[in-house]
């Protein structure tokens, strides 16, 4: 399962417009992560614009300026095309499903202009106190890799 395809669930908060994880891989098997032999990624949701929520992924040990913190070792050299990222870099997001969006979306492109395809099903938005089932959006997303800074744009 180590190269399967990722489905990325983004349960978006109270105020419909955020939401936030990471993803840490590493081989499983030795220490080798200290080494900076990892995939370490943040995964955000966010309101963009007045009718925009953007989703987006970015590498986080490069973040701190290519010094990251891993497993309480401080890496001292860190390379984002690492082996293991080498090893998975075919590896993708098939699909990202969006939870409690409060309206239907009008178009979904990734940051190059290219338009998504995806469906959604009417329901409850995450925004406020309602209850009930969440509306659902998914999105087929094969061309976004799990070891690539990338950003989709849903227009609302």
Do not use: C
Not at 96 to 103: K, Q, R, S
């Amino acid at each position: 399962m180590k190269k399967d395809p990722f489905t990325l669930t983004v349960a978006l908060d109270k105020t419909g417009f955020g939401a936030r994880g990471e993803l840490y891989l590493d081989d499983g098997e030795t220490y080798a992560h200290q080494r900076g032999e990892l995939v370490w990624r943040e995964f955000v949701a966010s309101k963009s614009e007045k009718k925009i929520l953007s989703i987006r992924s970015v590498d986080l040990v490069t973040r701190g300026g290519g010094r990251g913190a891993v497993d309480g070792v401080t890496l001292s050299a860190y390379d984002a095309q690492n082996a293991l990222a080498r090893d998975l870099a075919g590896v993708t997001v098939e699909r990202i499903v969006v939870l409690g969006l409060e309206t239907k979306p009008k178009s979904i492109k990734t940051q190059n202009g290219k338009e998504l395809q995806w469906s959604f099903n009417e329901g409850t938005s995450a925004k406020g106190k309602k209850l009930g089932t969440a509306s659902v959006l998914t999105i087929k997303a094969r061309d976004v890799h799990i070891v690539k800074d990338w950003s989709i744009v849903v227009e609302l």
